[in-house]
């Protein structure tokens, strides 16, 4: 049986939902993120300046640099090689690259933002007294492992899901150990 498709916050869509409770958490029942990249924690974590340092210098800086110089596809596979491995981009089926490229506006904007990646309090995100399902790939890199578990610390609600044979792109790679996971948090 298929698992209905649940809305959940996803990486950076779940860092900028996490600006909403911490202004108005009376409006709050639950919240569901999925590796919400809260980059300004990582130097506050250990081991977090050299994930942080290696995230900006072998995606976040060469795709802007790509975008600068007008080359969107090079953008999408530094990108690629980023997150899931050299060489990714160019076997990815042409269905898959389109997808990619309807995103390109996105990563532009953000890639070359001053700052793409706002401070979000952490003394507001303890106070969130609500439960929460963090959910995370279980071959997710590493700077989204240490924020995801540092949320995991300062939620006092916090459910913890890791989904296997996935990386942040969990929803793609294994939607139904995703779903599941929401539907469980949600019934309970």
Excluded at 82 to 99: I, L, N, S, T, V
Aim: hydrophobic share 40%.
């Amino acid at each position: 049986p298929s698992v209905p498709m649940i809305p959940t916050s996803t990486s950076y869509g779940a860092f900028t939902t996490l600006f909403y409770p911490v202004q108005h958490p009376e409006h709050l029942r639950s919240l569901t993120l999925a590796e919400p990249p809260v980059l300004k924690w990582l130097p506050d974590i250990s081991g977090g300046q050299i994930e942080l340092d290696r995230f900006m210098q072998t995606l976040w800086q060469p795709a802007a640099e790509a975008f600068r110089r007008g080359e969107p596809e090079a953008a999408l596979r530094v990108a690629c090689d980023y997150f899931c491995g050299k060489g990714c981009y160019d076997r990815m089926p042409q269905e898959a690259r389109a997808a990619l490229s309807d995103n390109l506006r996105e990563w532009k904007a953000l890639t070359t933002s001053r700052d793409a990646f706002p401070p979000l309090d952490r003394e507001l995100v303890r106070k969130l007294d609500v439960p929460v399902l963090l959910l995370t790939g279980e071959k997710t890199l590493a700077p989204l492992r240490l924020l995801n578990a540092e949320l995991g610390r300062l939620l006092p609600k916090a459910n913890r899901v890791t989904i296997p044979n996935a990386t942040h792109d969990m929803w793609i790679q294994n939607p139904q150990a995703c779903g599941t996971a929401v539907m469980d948090f949600l019934s309970k």
